[in-house]
Every structure is written in C-alpha cells, then in structure tokens.
C-alpha cells in the first residue's frame, strides 16, 4: 500500500465477505456491488490524494466532494499551530461530505499513526481527538499497545481530556461536560442523581434471578437511589413478592435466606465500545473496611439467555481482600454450566482498598481485542479467541455464594448485614466501529430473534419470553 496505486493491483478476494482482503489489509464485510467504493478508500487513504477522475475505480462522484475538499490547503503554511487546526478541521469536512459513511478512512490501512495526511478524511494522530475527527478504528490500532495480559498492568494513562455534551445522550445525564476517548461515541449516561424507574425506564430494568450457587434472589426493592447515587444492598431477610419461576434465569429456583439487586439493561443490544463504572465494593462490617468476608460485587456486559450463546465480560470485586478484583472473559454455547475451560479469569491486585473509597473501572470491547482499567490504568489486554461478537445486556449487581463460600471470600461467617455497593455513575461509549448495535432511539427495533432469545428480565418488564430451554418450554412469570 505504500508503493504509488497507479503501478500497483489491488485483486479483490472472492471469499466469503468476512473473510475479504485487499493487497493483504483486512476489509470490513463487503459484498461484490461495494468492492469499488471500499477498494478507492483504501487508494485514498494510502496515497494522500483524490482520484475522482476515474469514476469506475472511485464508485462514482461519491467522493469528488471529499477530493476537492482535500486539495483546500489555505492553511497548508504560516503558524504550525493555526495550520494543523485548519487541516484537522478540513479532514473533518472531508468525512462529513463522503456521503455519511463513517467506515471508511482507516488508520490501519493508511498505516499514518502519529502524523498529519493531508486530505485524508479522517486523522491518526492525537490532535484528532481535540478536533473530533479521528479514523474509526483509531484506538485500536494506534492509541493501545500491542502488549497482551501477561504483561501486567501499564503505566497510569494521560489524562482523559472533557468534552462538552454533543448528540444525543441517552440515560439521566446530569453534567455539561464528560470524559471523551478516542475512536469512541458517549451515548448513555447514569448520574444517578435522581431516582430511575425501573418499571419504566426505556432502557433500564431489574433481574428477578439468582445465581443457583448463591443465596440471594435478586428484587427491585434493593436497588436504592440516594444522595446520588445507586446502591446494591444484601438484606438478611428474603425476597418478598417473589415467584418459583425466575424469568430472568429461565429456571425455577429454591427459596433463597437473603435479598439483594441487579439492576440491568431491557435488551441484548450493547456491543463494541467503553464500559465504565464508578463504584465501591461492600464493607463487610460498617465501620471496619480491612475484615474480609463473602461478596462478589460486578460491572459486566452478559448474554441473555445463556442457555444458547453464553457470554461475558466483567469486573468482579470480591470480599476475600481489600484488594482483590478479577476480570473475566467467557464464551461457550449450548450450555448454562460454568467450566474452567469456557472462561479466561485474571486476578488483578491492586494498591487501594476497594472498600474504603470509590474508583473507576472500565472495559474496551473491540472486535480483537478486551482491555481492562481502573482509574485510567491498563490492568489487563486480552487478545484470545473467547471474546464475544454477539450484543448483550449491561448489568451490575452483588451478591453472596453459599455457605461453602467457594467463590467471593472464604470467610462467609463475619458478614453482617445490610451490606451494600455504592456507584456513582455508568457511562457507555460506543466505538465508532459498530455498525448494529444499539437499535436507533435505544429501543428493540434493530434486535434479531437471536437477540431476543429468553430475553426477559422479570415478570413486569412486558417483555415477551420467546425460545425454549434445550427444547423444553420455559418456565413462566406471572405480573402481579
């Protein structure tokens, strides 16, 4: 791609659309009838210059806007300053003129990480990210390391520049300005500044489950809003209003001694993009944060129902220490029985006490990649072959494993109660990469059946449950 596109061939492969490759740089999925517009942005990209004149390569006059926007350099001299913004700025028209396709332009085939290229309709370099108008996949290929998870845990980040609010965001956003990152869209804010409903939130609901494991059974009722912020809480006592059935496990479960909350997202409809939480894990007894005990306290994106495509991401913060915390990975299909080997864990140590204060905790989802933060520091990267490309829901929640206390802390007997997490906020990024997910407005319209499938949360959420459990009927909910 580096050599003059006049005297190269670009053969277009004939495979399978995601398996397409163009002088060796992968495509995003093509079909025959885009191969021309897809092959003149990668000429476009790697040479630094219009070819509108040679309309069967170009797909058209689609791209003779962007052309003679390129060749604008009315401040291509003069102060280096005031000349980058210009050309920034002018990259930034020439994306918005190319018919709205934010796909194309792509730092990994015009291999410009780091440097100004005039007239390319999107930039690789960190000025773009004052000027809005990095490539797509940006931070993928040019603003992480290449290092993987055995490397440990990075440097501390730079820090995150703050954007003013642009587009719509979804949520209960209650502040002006928030963090922005590179390559990623903000579109859902939790402030939890004022109460949510989640009876009737859009986006937001409750679980009626519980892990089989554990000993709580997950009820609105605990799930609290105060002094702006969301708190989890375990109550020594059990469920009220609850029913055998549990609509959000798709099974029947036993009576359950404690309560506790998840508080989730209606729709299987979140994928590539940034994951972030604010949050402080329980202190086992109030007043003393260093006696450990039994808790496992989460921000994670799931798959529901598992019983078909099981998949996650997650934090979990566990009450074994003051500092434990592990990040997981699980892909398996056809199953609903955890295994060591459906799943990648890495403890993570930290520094802090995750008890005593409350601190950030992120997940980057990129189609080759999942990297783990907390407070703006790279704890993990993971480039294996379990991370997820199918949607799922968004989900926080805590709660207790059974008297064997085989996971979240072996010291289950100095737990005293009420216990609880506290979050300050929730933010949700979309990489500009993702094409599908979310649904238009944040509601169902986009969703396949395979999205749909036993996706319901609990017995009011109006929901329909569709699918069956390995061929049998799904246990049934009653709203009451």
Known sequence: LAQDPTKSHFPIDQRAPSTRRVAGVALIPTTPRMAPRLLACVIFAAAGK??????????GGELDAAASLASDDQCASGDEDCALNALQLRGQRVRGEAAGDARWGSCLVSKGCGKYKRGAPCQCNEKCTEHGNCCYDYTMVCNTDDSDDEDGPSAPSPAVPVAPLSGKIYGHPSKTKYPSHPGFTLMLVEDFDTPIDLDS????????GGLIEGQIRFTKENIKFEDGKMRIEVTATPAQGTQKCSAAEVAEIKPMPKASGEMRTRYNMFRYGRYEA?????????????????????????????YKHWREIDFEITGDSTNSITTNVLSADNTDK???NIADSKQ???????????????????????TWYIDGKKVRKYRGNKIPDLSGKIMMNLWLFDDRALFGGPHIKNNRYPMYSEYEWFRFYKWNGEDSYPCADMDSSC??????????????????????????????????
């Open 338 to 340: 955890w295994s060591a």
């Open 447 to 480: 969703l396949t059946s395979d999205d749909m499938y036993l996706t319901k949360n609990n017995p009011c959420d109006g929901i329909k449950q569709e699918g069956t459990v390995y061929g049998k009927t799904a246990c049934q909910t009653t709203c009451r």
């Open 201 to 208: 939130d859009p986006i937001w609901t409750w679980s009626d």
């Open 278 to 306: 604010r949050l402080k894990a329980p202190s086992v007894q109030t007043g003393n944060t260093l006696i450990n005990g039994n808790y496992v306290s989460t921000m994670f994106v799931f798959r529901d129902g598992k």
């Open 348 to 370: 993570i140590a930290v520094t802090y006490n995750d008890r005593a204060d409350f601190h950030d905790y992120a997940i980057e989802w990129l189609p080759n990649s999942i």
């Open 50 to 59: 219009s070819w509108a004149s040679n309309d069967e390569l170009l797909g």
